[in-house]
Structure formats: structure tokens, C-alpha cells
RNA sequence: UGGCCCUUCGUCCAACGGCAGGACAGCGGACUUUGGAUCCGUCAAUGGUGGUUCGAAUCCACCAGGGCCAACCA
């Protein structure tokens, strides 16, 4: 077996990569090694900007840049921006940066409309040919003209113009002579083809609009099937892969550029996208989302946008890993949640520093330890586990901030944190045991008191005794107020289409997908985080300050994904 | 009432006519100064029927279920 695959530089080829992977790397080693294409494996990322790029297109990025990379081939960023309506350049500033920051490079970067005029070239030699003719009719009679997926179009009466007026027609087009939707332009296929694409496609339309690059220079604009195919074409591209909607689009694409005269043409692979329990994957819902306020923006953390999982904290490694445990099929398939969350963790677990920071904050008095006293413990910032060193400065004193979901007055079974006469230990501090609890008039728990072990500084029983618990905490006279954000699914239901009649996805946002948790406590060495700044706060989650909200006055965390809690299962039973 | 595509553990992906395997999730255990991490173990699948074959998840036929296609969107 011939190995067409090169390690990327100072990594070593996994063994038999090119046998195991998917079925699209399968057919590009075998294009490779029969030199289908006589060029290099070239592919390309072609997103339309009307939106913000979401973990699907990640899935699609890591696809086309991967295999460039792979098979030393190149990758093209490629806007197919023909429709002036819904696209804006702000959009292309986003992509780019999104793309950058999932840590790929592009080989060259392209527009559709850079090609309007070559395309516009080919539709005139079509139309010469008698490929292609103008159609006058209205909007709606095309559209019944074409028939349904069961009956047979008809052909529309203007099909059997001559060349000559077919060509006096489209120059006219193109002069701007017409308003918007007096004509189109149609290839000249089968009206009755069981490909309903295949029925005379619309190339070509009529819109006098300000493109935001062209500005007002062109007023015919290709739709989608007619700039797709000849621009990849136009690049030279090997292997165009896209998403399983698009498969009927083939037969079309591959007429198109047959027709264009392409020799070794770009090859069509579809692949399923990808869809995400209690998540939307699509720009238009997305948008949706966005534009009637049901987040904060494209970048909202509880948006599976590129740009609202990098604000939420998750890295592009989390994601790439992500894309490469999901894989690449043609089947389709829904992705739970747990398998992004893992990437997510499993990557920020090698990387991120541990501190304490209490959510909801319960006084915890240690009565047998001096008024004023102040101890600095020294608290590792990594586990034993994870090969990275350091540590930092703790303070500890007589009255600490703990986790109110930490004690219990009527502890269940198996409850191994604080309660009545039980033990526990303070992380990195002192085991300590409680002695009581002070109630206010309504009977809600407002401190708890304990005493400790002068003997276990740092956390270890000199008798070599057990507990069971470990809790974290903050000492109250040293601690940080901040905000947390403790961000979960933006939906209530697996699939947010799922919903009683009548209903839409928005029915099935839950209500509980952000908890502000004012408040909080942080010890005092995550002060000078700089926004961006990931942490673990032990025994929660993974968090990372916002990058745009907060400030060393006013500390903002987003959760990015919670801890494990295997404790939070067994409370369930 | 058309064309095309899909169907393997709960989920995702592999097995390309020759012992159905991995990951995630779950469950059990070990370890543990995070009920984290790690390690070990374990549960768990070829949609159905027929055919071809020494042998079928794989090839064929039919059936069932699911998806896409009737924008001057992409």
C-alpha cells in the first residue's frame, strides 16, 4: 500500500492513517495514487457570508484543511458570495478569524464574485451553443412550469428562442436594461428529468443591488449551482466535499463544467453534516436566535458558534480533537453533547490551573482559631497528574467562604461533605470538624462553625486518619467578588425541532441556560487574570474570565463546561 | 406517486466475502488532598425477509424505517 500521506514536520506518521480513516480520505489516497487529477489534491472551504461560522463548519474546516494537509495538497477560503441581499463583509471578517483561530491557513483566498465575469463569459458561449436561453416568464409560472417531484415539468414558452435572441437578451441583462426578475437565464437540460435541479436551472437572475464588494457594477448575479462548480473549477480545485443536501446538486455540477470545457474537473464527495443534541445548526436559525434577542449575539457563549465556544472558554484544540472522534460518514448523525464536552475537558484538563472560588458563598467559622490570625498556604496549581508545576499563595484564616451545596444538615447516605459532627478536609488547609450552625429568623442556615486540627496544616493527618470529604473554599477576608456565568444548553430538548404543533425551536429554549451567580468568592490569586484567562476552579468547572465583560474590579467568569460530578448522579437515585 | 441517499452497541465511527472492534455515555472496582483525572473490568449492535456463497454486516432482491429534492437561497 502506497503512502501518499505526509506527517506534518517533527510528527511521525501514524501507522496505516491513509487505510483507516473515512471513506472521502480513502478516495483521495486512491485519486492520489492513480493521478486522477495530474495536480496536487486541492480543496477548499467555501462559506457564504450571511453568518457566523458554527462547530458544523468547523467539522467541514477540519475536513478540507486536514486532507490539504495530509496529502501536502492546498486549501482555499473561498466566499461564495453571490447572493447581495443577505451578505456582508463583516461576516468575512468573522470567518477569517474564526478559521484562523481553529488554527488553519489558507492557501489563497477567494471570492465568487471575482468571477462574475469569466462566468457571465461562459453564459454567453452557452447560449451560443443553444446550452442555455433567456426566459421571460414570471417567478411563478417558472416555478409551476417545473413541475413536481412526481409529475413532469413543461417546457416554459420563451425555451425555443433563437441564439441570436438569447444572446441580444442577455447582453441586455447584464447592460441593466431590465429590472429585477423581468428575465433569467436557464441552462436548456430536460424539463422532465427525474432530477428536478436538472430541470432547466436558473443560472443567472436579474438584481439591482449593492453587492458589498461589487458595489452597484453588476446587476445579473449567478445563483448558487452555476457559480459553485465553475469557481471550483476555476481554482483548479480536486476534491469539492460538502454536505449531503447538496447531492442532487452533482448531476448539475458536473454538467455545468463538462459544458465549460473542463478536462480533469473537481469531483463532488458529500458527507453528512453534523448535528448536536439541544443545539441549532443552522445560519438561518442561528440568525434567528441572534436577531429576536434570545442571546446576547453571535458570540454568546451558549451559541455553538465558533465565536461563541471561543468566548465561552473552549480552545480549537478541544474542537479539532472533537471533529476527529466524530468522524467523517454518510450517514446521518446526531452528536450527544457528552462527546464534545469530553474533548472539551480532556483538553483543558492538561492545560488549565486549579484555584478555589466559592459560587454560593456559606460562612464557615473556625472557632478555635485566633481572631486575627492569617496563615499563607502554599497551593499547587496543577494536579499530580498533570505535568506542569507551580503553585501559588493561599491565605487562610478563622472565617472562610464554602460551597452552600457543601454542608448539610441532613446528610443522605454516601454524602461525604460537611455536616453535624463530621470531618472534612479543607483543601490544601486544615481538616476540620463542625460543631454547629447559627440560623437567622427564618431558619435558613447563616453560618456553620467548626474547629480544627492545628496538626493537619496543609491537609494531612499526621495519625494517618481518613475523610472522606474534601471541600474547597476561600478565606472571607481575602476573597474576590466576581460574577459567574454558569452557562448550560441553550435547549430544553435533544432536537429543538421536536416540538407540539404550531411550535417552532424557540419553544424549546430552556429557560435556564445562563445562571448568573453574583457573589461568588475567589481567592486572591486569580486578581490579576487578564481577560481570557482559563481556569479550573476546583471541583466545579472549567472557566475563562470574559473577554470583553470583565474586569480586575469586576471579575466575569464563563462556566465553559462543569466538572464531572459523579455525586450529582448518585444524589439522583 | 418520482429520483437519489442512508440504516452496525444508548450515541458516533470502524470492520471493504473469513473471529463484529474503538471512542463517548452507562455500570462496577482500584487509586485519590478535586465525588476531578488516571487505571482495570463490565454492559451493549449488524432493521426485516428471502437469495448467492464453503462462508454475508459486507453482494443481490424485496420490505420497513429515516433523510434530501418542487427559492430568481446556499
Given amino acids: 500500500m502506497t503512502h501518499p500521506v505526509q506527517p506534518p514536520p517533527g510528527e511521525a506518521l501514524p501507522r496505516d492513517i491513509a487505510a483507516r480513516k473515512d471513506f472521502i480520505r480513502e478516495k483521495v489516497s486512491a485519486d492520489v495514487a492513480s493521478g486522477r487529477f495530474g495536480r496536487p489534491v486541492h480543496t477548499r472551504f467555501p462559506p457564504e457570508p450571511n453568518g457566523f461560522l458554527h462547530i458544523g463548519h468547523a467539522k467541514s474546516i477540519c475536513l478540507n484543511f486536514g486532507i490539504a494537509r495530509e496529502f501536502a495538497g492546498r486549501c482555499n477560503l473561498r466566499f461564495d458570495d453571490t447572493n447581495p441581499a443577505t451578505e456582508d463583509l463583516r461576516y468575512v471578517d468573522a470567518i477569517r478569524e474564526d478559521v484562523r483561530w481553529l488554527g488553519f491557513a489558507w492557501d489563497e483566498e477567494r471570492f465568487a464574485s471575482d468571477y462574475f465575469e469569466r462566468l457571465y463569459e461562459i453564459a454567453e458561449a452557452m447560449v451560443r451553443e443553444g446550452k442555455a436561453y433567456v426566459d421571460s416568464d414570471r417567478e411563478e409560472r417558472i416555478r409551476a412550469a417545473r413541475g413536481t417531484v412526481i409529475e413532469p415539468g413543461t417546457p416554459s414558452p420563451f425555451r425555443d428562442r433563437t441564439a441570436g435572441e438569447n444572446l441580444e437578451l442577455l447582453r ?163 452528536i450527544e453533547l457528552a462527546t464534545l464536552e469530553h474533548a472539551v475537558r480532556d483538553d483543558l484538563n492538561m492545560r488549565v490551573p486549579r484555584v478555589m472560588v466559592v459560587a454560593r458563598p456559606l460562612k464557615l467559622v473556625i472557632t478555635n482559631y485566633p481572631e ?157 487574570a487578564p481577560p481570557g484567562s482559563r481556569y479550573q476552579f476546583e471541583r466545579t468547572g472549567y472557566f475563562m474570565s470574559d473577554p470583553i465583560d470583565s474586569r480586575p474590579d469586576a471579575l466575569v467568569f464563563n462556566r465553559t463546561v462543569a466538572l464531572r460530578d459523579s455525586w450529582a448522579r448518585l444524589k439522583d437515585r
Fill in 372 to 528: 486575627e490570625r492569617v496563615e499563607t498556604l502554599d497551593a499547587p496549581l496543577y494536579p499530580h497528574d498533570v505535568p506542569l508545576t507551580g503553585s501559588r499563595p493561599v491565605p487562610f484564616s478563622r472565617e472562610l467562604w464554602i460551597e452552600r451545596d457543601d454542608f448539610l444538615e441532613q446528610p443522605p447516605k454516601k454524602f461525604f461533605r460537611l455536616s453535624q459532627g463530621r470531618e472534612v478536609r479543607l483543601r490544601y488547609g486544615y481538616l476540620v470538624t463542625c460543631t454547629g450552625v447559627v440560623k437567622d429568623a427564618a431558619g435558613e442556615i447563616v453560618e456553620v462553625h467548626a474547629t480544627y486540627d492545628p496538626a493537619t496544616r496543609g491537609g494531612d493527618a499526621p495519625d494517618g486518619r481518613r475523610v472522606q470529604g474534601t471541600i474547597h473554599w476561600v478565606s472571607a477576608r481575602h476573597a474576590l467578588d466576581c460574577e459567574l456565568r454558569l452557562y448550560d444548553r441553550l435547549f430544553a430538548r435533544a432536537d429543538p425541532d421536536d416540538v407540539p404543533e404550531g411550535q417552532d425551536f424557540v419553544a424549546a429554549l430552556n429557560p435556564n441556560s445562563l445562571v448568573t451567580a453574583r457573589g461568588a468568592k475567589a481567592e486572591p490569586s486569580v486578581a490579576a
Fill in 172 to 334: 441586455r441583462m447584464r447592460a441593466g436594461e431590465f429590472p429585477d426578475g423581468a428575465h433569467v437565464l436557464r441552462a436548456r437540460i430536460d424539463m422532465a428529468h427525474p432530477n428536478m435541479l436538472m430541470r432547466d436551472p436558473l443560472l443567472l437572475r436579474i438584481r439591482h443591488a449593492e453587492h458589498y464588494r461589487r458595489g452597484a457594477e453588476w446587476c445579473v448575479y449567478p445563483l448558487y449551482d452555476f457559480a459553485h462548480g465553475l469557481s471550483d473549477a476555476f481554482e483548479g480545485i480536486t476534491h469539492s466535499l460538502c454536505t449531503l443536501e447538496f447531492k442532487d446538486n452533482r448531476d448539475l455540477y458536473d454538467w455545468l463544467v463538462h459544458e465549460a470545457g473542463f478536462a480533469r474537473p473537481p469531483e463532488q464527495t458529500e458527507f453528512a453534516r453534523l448535528e448536536l443534541d439541544y443545539t441549532v445548526l443552522s445560519k438561518r436559525k442561528l440568525l434567528r436566535l441572534v436577531n429576536e434577542g434570545h442571546v446576547a449575539g453571535w458570540d454568546d457563549p451558549r451559541m455553538p458558534t465558533i465565536a461563541g465556544l471561543r468566548r465561552r472558554g473552549v480552545t480549537p484544540e478541544a474542537i479539532r480533537a472533537f471533529a476527529d472522534t466524530i468522524g467523517v460518514a454518510r450517514s446521518d448523525a446526531r
